[in-house]
């Protein structure tokens, strides 16, 4: 067993895998090339071999193989874990999508109403001890505060200034959109999904 | 044979999927020449290569919801025959008998039946002497006559490989086959 130039090629040339242009190739080195012939003729030979050698086969009575897989089938097919859990979770997809959503939305519209009312009556946040100057310990106050400051900073500019409060909490409208954005495209991405597969089922029951 | 899956095939599995036996049946009855010669041809062993078949149908069973027909059906099935075959391999770990081996074409002429068992015989002990790796790819192409993309498919690896373990394979058993290939 030798090998040659272009040995490798010559498997893939006896069995039709080469592009035209690499089989011309291999073509051209074979009429010039007495080793490589020789080895195409003894790869040629084995395949015949092992064909040859090969018997007729394992025959195994369809009917009496059909019956006894059938026998041993459990009663249903086992979805794998992930896919189980991949399914729900499409399927709860547009109900966590839009009350997530409809959470954000909250959020921000009642933070909204805050601190603009803030912004806009800096005595109310005198009146219940949320004043920038003496922030609370811990991460529910310190944020009220960061808002508070925020808005009395816009009110500055002057407290009924709509404005001032609108510069101050430009980011508020901002971060609605950029979420709004996030959500529509993750609605539309799931619908474009659900159609796909609608598609596929009726490809398949149609074609029955 | 070689696409994705179409029409009544397509519905066969859906309906498989869900759990209906009967398609499933009648998947096992178009699949299962291929599967078992698959797996024939891999372990080398008529007993070992039924039971492998069918354990192959079961474990294509159990796992038929996770199927998708992006890659044609019979490839998918050969993947699962493999590993049925390695498996059934691993437990039976050289049980071969020659007297069972079901390899043997009826003859007419005593000397030529000899001969012609004593080939089958060599060509059925290089191939389970083979490397399992260049054994799956022989047996794709040469038994079941699987183009190299198919095989990539089927075995989960690139066409570049499937051709580099061809050319190893196709040395192999031209050096553990040279005086048999004399004799042709």
């Known amino acids: 067993v030798?090998?040659?130039?272009?040995?490798?090629?010559?498997?893939?040339?006896?069995?039709?895998?080469?592009?035209?242009s690499q089989a011309r190739r291999v073509e051209a080195h074979l009429a010039a090339c007495s080793r490589c012939r020789a080895e195409l003729q003894e790869i040629s030979t084995l395949s015949a071999l092992l064909v040859e050698g090969?018997?007729?086969?394992?025959?195994?009575?369809?009917?009496?193989?059909?019956?006894?897989?059938?026998?041993?089938?459990?009663?249903?097919?086992?979805?794998?874990?992930?896919?189980?859990?991949?399914?729900?979770?499409?399927?709860?997809?547009?109900?966590?999508?839009?009350?997530?959503w409809a959470f954000a939305q909250a959020v921000l519209l009642v933070s909204g109403v805050i601190v603009t009312a803030f912004a806009m009556i800096p005595e109310i946040g005198d009146a219940i001890g949320w004043a920038p100057s003496a922030p609370g310990s811990g991460w529910p106050s310190q944020l009220t505060g960061l808002l508070v400051r925020a808005g009395l900073a816009a009110a500055a500019g002057g407290a009924t200034d709509v404005f001032g409060v609108v510069a101050a909490w430009g980011w508020l409208p901002l971060v609605n959109l950029a979420l709004l954005a996030l959500v529509t495209l993750a609605y539309w991405s799931w619908l474009a999904s659900w159609w796909a597969r609608r598609c596929a089922r009726t490809a398949v029951n149609g074609s029955g | 044979m070689s696409g994705k899956p179409t029409g009544d095939e397509l519905v066969l599995i859906a309906d498989a999927q869900q759990g209906d036996k009967g398609a499933f049946s009648e998947l096992v009855r178009r699949h299962h020449r291929g599967v078992i010669s698959v797996v024939y041809r891999m372990c080398g062993d008529a007993d070992l290569a039924e039971d492998a078949a069918q354990e192959a149908f079961i474990r294509a069973w159990q796992h038929l919801p996770g199927y998708r027909p992006r890659s044609p059906f019979r490839n998918w099935l050969y993947r699962i025959a493999m590993n049925a075959a390695y498996d059934a391999l691993r437990r039976e770990h050289e049980t071969v008998d020659p007297e069972t081996v079901v390899l043997v074409s009826p003859?007419?002429?005593?000397?030529?039946?000899?001969?012609?068992?004593?080939?089958?015989?060599r060509v059925r002990q290089a191939l389970r002497a083979m490397p399992p790796a260049s054994r799956e790819v022989i047996v794709l192409r040469e038994y079941e006559g699987l183009s190299y993309r198919e095989i990539a498919d089927t075995l989960d690896i690139p066409v570049g490989t499937v051709m580099s373990r061809l050319n190893y394979a196709r040395r192999w058993l031209r050096q553990a086959l040279i005086e048999t290939m004399e004799d042709l």
């Open chain 1, 2 to 20: 030798t090998v040659h130039a272009l040995s490798d090629r010559l498997g893939p040339y006896l069995d039709g895998e080469l592009a035209e």
């Open chain 1, 54 to 100: 090969a018997g007729p086969g394992l025959q195994v009575p369809t009917e009496r193989f059909v019956a006894q897989v059938t026998q041993h089938l459990p009663s249903r097919p086992v979805w794998p874990v992930w896919r189980q859990a991949l399914e729900l979770g499409w399927q709860a997809a547009p109900w966590t999508i839009l009350g997530g």
């Open chain 2, 107 to 121: 003859e007419a002429d005593p000397a030529a039946a000899m001969e012609q068992r004593e080939r089958e015989e």
